[in-house]
């Protein structure tokens, strides 16, 4: 069985000047239609969550979640994946701060940025936002994580800081937590609770085989 993590792994070495026919062999394999480029791995971890928590088969419908490693590659991404590429309909999430060179940067890869929706500061921040920051404390509490956050909490740069802010910061100081604790965030959210950006995002997915 052809593994989805296997096409990732190619088109990451073809993003770093590998050979692209390992790529386009396994998108052929798989039957792709769709890529849906995002950010980094807590991106990815939670909009595959999200997506199989609301009964969407991504690898059903020809849809590969690919993790970029920071917002600045996605202009190569499109290269390699959108129309010059494997021409494979494109979508997928960005913050707002980034909008502008998302925008140029799909401009010059003939692809076009209608499929890209925006979340405010990042993904987390949407979840935190979603959840609220009493429910994301409980989590962290769950996750057996409090006396880490409340040691963060004490530092002087965190006095005064909004509570959101605060969480979003600690989400991020530790490598692996933002990937952790985008999932877990991701599971908990009820449906109504989904933030637009990825009630966009999954509608405009996951209806790209009927579309395509």
């Known amino acids: 069985m052809v593994d989805m993590w296997a096409f990732r792994d190619a088109v990451d070495r073809w993003a770093a000047g590998g050979p692209g026919e390992p790529a386009r062999d396994l998108a052929a394999r798989l039957g792709l239609r769709t890529a849906v480029l995002l ?3 807590s991106d990815l971890a939670a909009v595959e969550a999200l997506a199989a928590l609301h009964g969407g088969d991504l690898a059903a419908e020809g849809v590969a979640v690919v993790s970029m490693g920071g917002a600045m590659s996605v202009g190569r991404y499109a290269d390699l994946l959108g129309p010059s590429g494997l021409g494979l309909r494109l979508t997928g999430l960005c913050d707002e701060r980034e909008q502008r060179y ?10 076009s940025s209608g499929g890209f929706f925006v979340c405010v500061a990042d993904l987390e921040d949407e979840f935190i936002r979603a959840l609220g920051t009493a429910r994301v404390e409980e989590i962290i ?16 740069a965190q006095h005064g800081r909004p509570r959101h802010r605060q969480l979003r910061r600690f989400l991020g100081t530790k490598k692996g937590r933002k990937i952790r604790y985008g999932l877990l965030l991701a599971e908990s959210l009820a449906p109504e609770q ?3 950006p990825l009630v966009e995002l999954l509608d405009h997915t996951l209806s790209s085989r ?3």
């Open 39 to 41: 950010e980094g791995p």
């Open 102 to 111: 998302y925008d140029r940067a799909l401009r010059r890869a003939g692809v």
């Open 141 to 156: 509490g769950a996750e057996g994580d409090l006396r880490a956050w409340q040691t963060f909490l004490n530092q002087p």
């Open 194 to 196: 989904v933030p637009a």
């Open 210 to 212: 009927r579309t395509a």
